[in-house]
């Protein structure tokens, strides 16, 4: 139970503290930031980054995995 009551003070205060720190964040004067502006890429290659980020991460930890419940 007490679980629960913890999750729903955390949900409770992640939406209340939201909009004072992350708002400014948003708004800022740097526009629309994403992950391709950041690093000047195109959309193409970062798509094929974090694709390739994803399945290099899946097949690591099937490796250890693997390994530790063997």
């Known amino acids: ?3 629960i009551v ?6 409770i205060v992640y ?7 992350f708002e400014p964040l948003l708004t800022g004067g ?3 930031m994403t992950l391709n502006n ?3 890429v195109s959309y193409g290659v970062m798509v094929l980054v974090v694709v390739t ?4 991460t899946f097949y690591l ?3 250890v995995e693997g390994k530790l419940y063997k």
Do not use: R
Request: hydrophobic fraction near 60%; charge should be positive.
């Open 6 to 11: 913890g999750f729903a003070v955390g949900v």
């Open 15 to 21: 939406a209340e503290i939201y909009t004072l720190v």
């Open 30 to 32: 740097m526009g629309k």
């Open 1 to 3: 139970m007490i679980f």
């Open 53 to 56: 980020v994803a399945f290099g």
């Open 61 to 63: 930890l099937g490796k």
């Open 38 to 40: 950041l690093f000047s």
